[in-house]
């Protein structure tokens, strides 16, 4: 199946609405109770590192409504390194690294992976599967200001990555997807790039995304908890990434309860 017949919406997408729906209690009451206080959280740094030895064009999306950090999407050369202020009130959201991208006319971007619509700066736009997530919800759980994070192959895997929070109080864990599973890839699951660009593996697609059937994707009958399983194509990304979330109900196997990090790291082929 190619990427331009894609046959449902992401796996990703129903997780990540769930992940929104759980927090979406704490973060209303996180955002009044800083509306009642007028004032912020304290300040956070989100900081992107590219440890590939390739650019890789990061996105950032928020979730619906929220606001647009970093103006959405960068370039990153490799061994390179982006900072910059992550939002004061209540925000939850995704980071991606874009791969395989070339320009196109009148300032557009096209990526062989985690493409959103064609554009450098992705405004709150989705990427393209498969596309390694970094999920996260700031400032939530109100005055112990609270940030969750995690690491998606819910929609695929396209490079590595890891999350790190630094100068956090309580359980902040490193948490990642640090093998390439692009050179294990099973053949029903790789988009391989056109032979004129040398026909390698570019990502890992999920079982989802591959053969886009209700019960891989976790969709009418098969939504909730109870009927969303695990599935073998699943279970070749936990093995490798037990850390990661690999289906749409699936859970981490590494809890965190951190609150008021000074920064949060992104590193991509950590």
């Keep these: 199946m190619t990427m331009a017949s894609r046959p449902a919406e992401p796996a990703a997408k129903l997780f990540f609405l769930s992940l ?11 955002a009044g109770a800083a509306g009642a206080r007028g004032d912020q959280y304290a300040a956070m740094t989100l900081t992107v590192v590219n440890n590939c030895p390739f650019t890789v064009w990061p996105a950032v999306a928020p979730s619906s409504g929220g606001e647009v950090v970093a103006g959405g999407g960068f370039e990153l050369p490799t061994l390179s390194h982006r900072s910059f202020p992550a939002p004061a009130r209540p925000w939850s959201g995704r980071i991606w690294a874009r791969t395989a991208c070339y320009p196109g006319p009148n300032g557009a971007l096209h990526c062989a ?30 005055e112990r200001d609270q940030t969750s994070y995690g690491v998606s192959v819910v929609d695929g895997f396209n490079v590595g990555a890891s999350v790190t929070p630094h100068e956090g109080r ?12 692009t050179a294990t890839c099973p053949g029903e699951l790789q988009l391989r790039a056109p032979q004129g660009g040398g026909g390698g593996v570019l990502g890992c697609k999920s079982g989802c995304e591959a053969f886009g059937t ?31 979330l690999t289906y749409a109900h699936d859970s981490s196997s590494l809890p965190h309860d951190c609150a008021a990090p000074r920064e949060l790291k992104v590193i991509f082929c950590h």
């Design 214 to 244: 209700d019960e891989l994707c976790c969709r009418n009958m098969y939504a909730s908890p109870r009927t969303c399983r695990a599935s073998n194509y699943s279970l070749f990304f936990k093995r490798a990434c037990p850390q990661a």
């Design 113 to 142: 992976t985690g493409d959103c619509a064609g554009r450098l700066q992705c405004a709150g736009l989705a990427g393209k599967p498969p596309a390694t997530l970094i999920q996260v919800t700031l400032h939530h759980g109100g």
């Design 20 to 30: 929104v729906a759980c927090a979406a209690a704490a973060l209303a009451a996180a």
């Design 170 to 181: 309580g359980v902040c864990p490193v948490l990642g997807c640090r093998e390439d599973l």
